[in-house]
């Protein structure tokens, strides 16, 4: 059974920076293209970052290219999301998420974590 939980969620002040994790288990991670969403209340789930199963492939929403950094560790199963700069519209609950090809696209990716909470404040 796969499992992908995230962690690293919390307040901080606009201008600030978090890092997300999420560890993943059950399922051969260096397989796994894996990918960061979000979703703002009243919102629809949208995509921020991929990253390929090397780590030598990424891409990123426009609206935090520049700003978030995401990075995997095949040895410790696990992607991170470093987030610098937040801004109040980053608010959202943040989610990894597991495909089997490099994309964007929510409806490829076949296995989610529960997210993790951001809140920025301004």
């Known amino acids: 059974q796969v499992q992908l939980v995230e962690s690293g969620g919390g307040l901080v002040q606009a201008g600030g920076s978090l890092r997300l994790s999420c560890a993943a288990s059950?399922?051969?991670?260096?397989?796994?293209?894996m990918g960061w969403f979000r979703q703002a209340p009243g919102k629809e789930r949208e995509f921020e970052a991929v990253?390929?199963?090397?780590?030598?492939?990424?891409n990123y929403a426009g609206s935090v290219k520049g700003r978030f950094t995401i990075s995997r560790d095949n040895a410790k199963e696990s992607v991170y999301l470093q987030m610098n700069n937040l801004k109040s519209e980053d608010t959202a609950v943040y989610y990894c998420?597991?495909?089997?090809?490099?994309?964007?696209?929510?409806?490829?990716?076949?296995?989610w974590g529960q997210g993790t909470q951001v809140t920025v404040s301004s």
């Open positions: 998420a597991a495909a089997s090809s490099f994309t964007v696209l929510r409806g490829r990716y076949s296995s």
């Open positions: 990253i390929n199963w090397s780590g030598d492939r990424l």
């Open positions: 059950g399922l051969i991670f260096n397989n796994w293209n």
